[in-house]
């Protein structure tokens, strides 16, 4: 699902060249539920974040779903987002003003999916994920593990190829996390998708079948 090779994302600082990811090498295969961690600030998110098409490496390979990002266009890269990335993010991102279902709906919209199936498919995701009868409450009337199981559904409804997750637990309390994290590892299974997931929490790391530990830009320990 994933191939990178000597991967390299610098950013320059006026003088100074911040070397975020400084030679990567890494595969992820299809199915796998891999974690990334590593201290603040050692390159997990700018990894992450290249995997789904949201920037462009220095220099490398980095080949995910069978696409050579590296060589991607601005407007091919939105196509792949669109169509081959499902996204979670730790502050959730729901629109505040949007109902759950009107939030699950939104890749649907960009995918050009008429009214109707989009109504259906995403009122199956909010089932799958035990939210049906919250299907229109907004965020604000939803618990944070509810808020990230309607994140989770969004996150699906287009049939990702690749689910990214950045922090998913990291604003949920112990036992919310660890409900969220088997709510996806079951819902990856069932859907089968690569799930590739950055997290602080070691008990997470160890729910994983693989990870790597990054520090200063480079992969120290893997499994
Ligand atoms: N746009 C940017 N411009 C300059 N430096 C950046 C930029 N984005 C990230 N960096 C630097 O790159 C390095 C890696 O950042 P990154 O956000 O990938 O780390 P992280 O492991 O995800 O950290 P955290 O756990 O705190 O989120 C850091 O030194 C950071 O300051």
């Known amino acids: 699902m994933v191939i990178i090779r000597d991967l390299h994302r610098h950013y320059r600082l006026g003088n100074v060249v911040v070397r975020a990811l400084n030679g990567i090498n890494l595969t992820i295969y299809t199915g796998e539920f891999f974690a990334i961690c590593g201290s603040s600030g050692s390159g997990k998110s700018t990894l992450l974040y290249l995997m789904g098409g949201m920037d462009r490496p220095t220099r490398g390979e980095l080949i995910v779903a069978g696409q050579n990002l590296a060589r991607q266009d601005e407007n091919q890269l939105a196509e792949f987002r669109c169509r081959r990335i499902g996204f979670i993010y730790q502050n959730f991102h729901l629109i505040p ?39 229109h409450h907004r965020p604000n009337q939803l618990s944070g593990g509810q808020q990230q199981r309607v994140a989770i559904a969004r996150a699906l409804v287009n049939q990702p190829a690749l689910l990214l997750a950045d922090e998913p637990t990291g604003n949920l309390d112990n036992s919310t996390g660890k409900e969220v994290v088997a709510l996806l590892k079951n819902l990856v299974s069932i859907n089968q998708v690569t799930v590739v997931m950055v997290t602080h929490d070691m008990n997470l790391v160890e729910q994983a079948d693989r990870f790597v530990r990054l520090q200063d830009g480079r992969i120290v320990e893997s499994n």
């Open 97 to 135: 003003s949007l109902t759950a279902w009107q939030n699950v709906e939104i890749p649907m919209i960009f995918n050009h999916l008429p009214r109707s199936a989009r109504r259906q498919i995403a009122m199956q995701r909010l089932q799958e994920v035990g939210l049906l009868e919250r299907s």
